[in-house]
């Protein structure tokens, strides 16, 4: 018997190994605390406003503490989640709100902007899903909650609610040192939320 | 109740498969006949009752029977008939059903075209085949049942087939490939029944070649199949894109390569014999490995559909024991089958060597890169990286580039050793033919080409030109009596050679454009004008589009293009539909990106020279593989078999032939 030619056997081993392990990362149900704790994706990505011209990367959302919120216009779950973003602006003026404007149409968002009012310091365009793929996004809406170091500390899949904001999102921001008022008024912006249900939809 | 009687048919099935696997494998153990020549019948009752099964879905989809689940995620009132069928594989559950059917088949065309085998050795093969039949087939009833209702309350429509899928390159892609992919099952089991019957002379080599032939066939024709689908359907104008799916199809197809190679040395001078069994094993290995990839969703993305975890652990296993066992078993037996055969230099054992190498060193880059991302991730617990294009054909191109100059050398060396002086001459008058030929080219084409550009020219000449020398050689020393097998040589290596240069001049030679156009507007590109006219509203049997008109002025030749975006009724998604005019020397490619303010629109204007080629390449590939099969030679061997004796392989007829 020749040791050399238990070699491919032995390979074999290590590819089913990484196979194995590699299935066990990629099970759905693990997904969603995927990112938690670790750093932000590095992306290069345009401003829906256009901004200055140039590509708001991972380094512009270091500093300060800052909720990135995926969204679309197709989503109506993201209609209803929009005042409570409005009211959370209004609580925490000096929190930066960072939309993602995820597989949609720039002139759409741009109308839903007007129309409903704009919480966020500016928008990403995602329009192929591309940044959604890299932060393990299922459909819209979804919230990242960083750190200044640019860390992941909370995720949301679905929208944020004012207990997500009450038991979730404050009490981090305030560890973080952020001063939040929690009496802000809801601003009057926009038509009442539809009852839509608070569960993220896929895009169409 | 005929979905009922298409899971029952299946069921039974299962229970021939373990029926002929005992039958064959213990029969064959034991000695006794009646089990052995039994095997062969459990074979033929899997194919009756997966054809019975197979039919039973495809009613369930003509009759529109949305009560069965996968018929109403798939299919749709509106969906044309030819689609109704193909949707039949065009997901999970039913591609699997697809792929057991082609297996029926293959174990049938054994059993049927084998009868002058030894009887051990075929009981063993159609053994280890009926194991492998039961794995997918248990895989089926336990994971993607295909007949599944959705009752009490079934859908009043379908879902409608994934767009993409509705095509026809779709309705014949998956077929082919998966014909390849099963097809490699046959030398897997030849090579596991020489180990398991200790018969590790070159006549299991000389069973193997005409199987390895065909699958391979199947399996060219599958992948070009898919390159031009995705070339004309998913309108990025790219042909190849090192996606882990298409990875997965590719690797079996290096392996089965090297292996067509490795075995016309393992039959004539019974060299690399046990090398060549560890590729026959490689090869299905591979293919199911690529089942694993593209079945458990664990190289895509999360947004992969239906990702179920039981599946890809059952796959996993099922991988484990059946690759572990044969790899295994090659460890232990496949000692004896260790050779050392002299042969020099400058001999056709070495090229053939050569080209192994080659082959499997690409082969070890494609799956490297294949599965490097996933093991980083596994590695760091998460962290994604991903390897692209470019890493692929840096490492690829050169590897391809070596071959086809090997590939030119390959014919003219003999078997043992050659006149190194003569060798030379011939060599050195072909190199100054295809030198000239290229300068032709070069001329003809008016453009400059990059330095690999210009190089892969020259080899894929190269290679025309030491073909055809050496086809005349032979036609003058032998007359007529070329054998069938050599001219599927010459036509394989021909094509490789066409697929060579229009993978070379695409890449060199392609514009691509991306403008903004309004109605009316004239762009004009490499001497071709487009005239856009403006987008109008049609509508198909399950869809609404929006039609872009173009009139093309091709030097002289008018022709319109009227590319879509297409909004199917059932799902609502959107395709992007190009419209192409397609020739032997250039596609003229048009497709119709966003509607932008002011009745402008994005427009995608691509012009790609001989990028038919690499499809035609790979027809004259596939063709030769199969040519090669009807060579005189297999049925004679067939006929005179005697076991153990190698003293058929010096006849003149057959002498010289490598693939």
Redesign the interface.
């Known amino acids: 018997?020749?040791p050399a030619?238990?070699a491919?056997?032995a390979l074999?081993?290590v590819?089913?190994a990484?196979?194995?392990?590699?299935?066990q990362?990629?099970?759905?149900?693990r997904?969603p605390s995927?990112l938690l704790g670790?750093p932000f994706?590095a992306f290069a990505a345009p401003r829906l406003d256009g901004g200055s011209g140039a590509l708001v990367r991972r380094e512009d959302l270091l500093g300060s503490p800052v909720l990135v919120n995926v969204w679309a216009t197709w989503c109506p779950t993201c209609r209803a989640e929009h005042d409570e973003l409005l009211r959370i602006h209004a609580a925490a003026p000096t929190l930066r709100i960072i939309g993602v404007n995820y597989k949609d149409d720039a002139a759409k968002a741009r109308r839903w902007l007007r129309a409903y009012g704009d919480p966020y310091e500016f928008n990403l365009v995602d329009l192929d899903?591309a940044l959604g793929?890299?932060l393990?996004v299922?459909g819209a809406p979804e919230t990242f909650l960083l750190n200044p170091e640019g860390e992941v500390v909370f995720k949301q899949v679905g929208a944020v609610t004012s207990d997500i904001w009450r038991q979730e999102l404050a009490p981090r921001l305030a560890a973080m040192g952020m001063r939040v008022d929690d009496g802000a008024e809801l601003p009057e912006v926009g038509a009442a939320p539809p009852s839509a249900a608070l569960e993220a939809d896929v895009p169409? | 109740m005929i979905p009922e009687l298409g899971h029952l048919a299946v069921i039974l099935a299962l229970a021939l498969s373990g029926a002929g696997a005992a039958l064959g494998l213990v029969g064959a153990g034991l000695g006794r006949s009646a089990w052995m020549r039994a095997a062969a019948s459990a074979v033929w009752g899997q194919l009756l009752f997966m054809a019975l099964g197979f039919a039973a879905l495809v009613y369930a989809f003509l009759v529109d029977d949305f009560s069965v689940a996968y018929v109403a995620q798939n299919s749709n009132s509106l969906l044309p008939w030819q689609y109704k069928i193909s949707a039949v594989w065009g997901a999970h559950e039913g591609s699997l059903l697809l792929w057991t059917l082609i297996m029926g088949l293959w174990m049938a065309a054994v059993a049927a075209c084998s009868g002058r085998l030894p009887l051990g050795f075929l009981a063993r093969s159609l053994g280890v085949l009926c194991l492998l039949n039961g794995g997918f087939l248990s895989f089926l009833l336990l994971t993607s049942n295909p007949f599944e209702r959705l009752l009490p309350l079934p859908p009043a429509d379908g879902a409608d087939l994934n767009p993409l899928l509705q095509d026809f390159g779709l309705i014949v892609h998956p077929p082919m490939l998966y014909a390849g992919y099963v097809g490699l099952a046959v030398p897997f089991a030849f090579a596991v029944a020489a180990l398991l019957s200790r018969q590790l002379d070159s006549a299991w080599a000389r069973w193997s070649r005409p199987w390895t032939n065909v699958a391979w066939a199947f399996l060219t024709l599958g992948i070009a199949l898919g390159s031009w689908w995705a070339y004309y359907e998913l309108g990025w104008g790219g042909w190849w894109f090192w996606d882990p799916v298409e990875n997965a199809s590719f690797m079996p197809w290096l392996a089965a390569t090297a292996l067509l190679h490795s075995l016309a040395a393992s039959e004539k001078r019974g060299a690399f014999k046990s090398w060549t069994l560890l590729l026959a094993l490689t090869a299905f290995s591979l293919s199911l490995l690529g089942a694993f990839i593209v079945r458990s969703g664990v190289l895509t993305s999360v947004h992969a559909f239906a990702v179920d975890p039981t599946r890809g652990l059952f796959i996993l296993a099922f991988l484990a024991l059946v690759v572990g066992g044969a790899l295994a078993l090659f460890g232990v037996r496949g000692g004896a089958a260790w050779s050392a055969v002299r042969h020099g230099l400058f001999s056709r054992e070495t090229f053939l060597l050569l080209n192994n190498l080659l082959l499997v060193v690409a082969l070890a880059v494609v799956l490297l890169g294949t599965l490097y991302p996933l093991a980083y991730e596994a590695a760091t617990g998460g962290d994604k990286i991903s390897i692209g294009p470019p890493w692929f054909n840096r490492f690829f191109t050169p590897l391809m580039l070596v071959a086809a100059a090997a590939l030119g050398v390959g014919p003219f060396v003999g078997w043992k050793r050659s006149n190194l002086r003569r060798l030379g001459r011939r060599l050195l008058a072909c190199f100054a033919v295809s030198a000239g030929l290229a300068l032709l080219v070069g001329l003809l084409l008016g453009e400059s080409l990059s330095l690999g550009g210009a190089g892969a020219l020259l080899l894929g000449l190269w290679i025309v030109a030491t073909q055809g020398a050496d086809l005349l050689r032979r036609r003058r020393l032998g007359g007529a009596s070329t054998p069938l097998a050599y001219w599927g040589m010459s036509l394989a290596h021909l094509g490789f050679a066409v697929s060579l240069l229009g993978v070379a001049l695409t890449h060199e030679l392609s514009v691509e454009k991306d403008v903004r156009l309004a109605p009316g507007e004239t762009f004009v590109q490499a001497g071709v004008s487009f005239r856009f006219e403006g987008v109008v509203e049609a509508s198909g049997p399950n869809y609404r589009a929006q039609r872009g008109l173009f009139e093309v002025d091709d030097g002289g030749r008018h022709l319109q293009l009227a590319p879509e975006k297409r909004r199917y009724l059932a799902g609502g998604s959107v395709m992007t539909e190009a419209a192409i005019d397609p020739g032997l020397f250039k596609d003229i490619y048009v497709s119709l990106g966003e509607s932008l303010d002011g009745g402008d629109w994005a427009v995608r204007i691509h012009i790609k020279p001989f990028v038919r080629w690499i499809w035609l390449g790979a027809l004259l590939m596939a063709f030769g593989g199969t040519l090669a099969v009807a060579d005189r030679r297999y049925r004679r061997l067939a006929l005179r078999f005697a076991p153990g004796r190698r003293g058929l392989a010096g006849r003149p007829a057959g002498a010289g032939t490598a693939a």
């Open positions: 018997m020749r030619l238990f491919p056997l074999f081993a590819v089913l990484i196979g194995y392990i590699g299935f990362l990629e099970d759905p149900q997904l995927a670790k994706p899903g793929v890299e393990g299922y169409a």
